[in-house]
Every structure is written in structure tokens, then in C-alpha cells.
């Protein structure tokens, strides 16, 4: 293995890795804060008979 093949394997590593990291805080933290945030304000206007507001 040459110096441009061992470096294109790392180039390749990283964005593989970043992919990896980003999907895992996508599918743990962000998707999930973002739908208890939906889920808690409709309740909220359901429990003061309003609609939701469009936007």
C-alpha cells in the first residue's frame, strides 16, 4: 500500500467516521428532542381548547 492509497483510506476513514457519529446523534438526542418539543406544545393548546397555530 502506496502513500496515496494508505491516505485516501483515511480520508475515507474520517468521513465515514464523522457519518457514523453524526447519525448516532441524530437518532439519540436531536429527532427525539425535537418531537417531545412538538408533543409537549400541542398538548399544551389542547389543554387550553385553542388550535395549533399554522405557519
Do not use: C, H, N
Not at 429527532?31 to 393548546?45: D, M, N, Q, V
Amino acid at each position: 500500500m502506496d502513500l496515496s492509497q494508505f491516505s485516501g483510506f483515511l480520508v475515507f476513514l474520517t468521513i465515514f467516521t464523522m457519518g457514523f457519529w453524526l447519525m448516532i446523534f441524530l437518532l439519540t438526542f436531536a429527532i427525539p428532542y425535537w418531537l417531545i418539543g412538538y408533543f409537549r406544545e400541542s398538548w399544551k393548546y389542547r389543554k387550553e381548547g385553542r388550535a395549533i397555530p399554522k405557519k
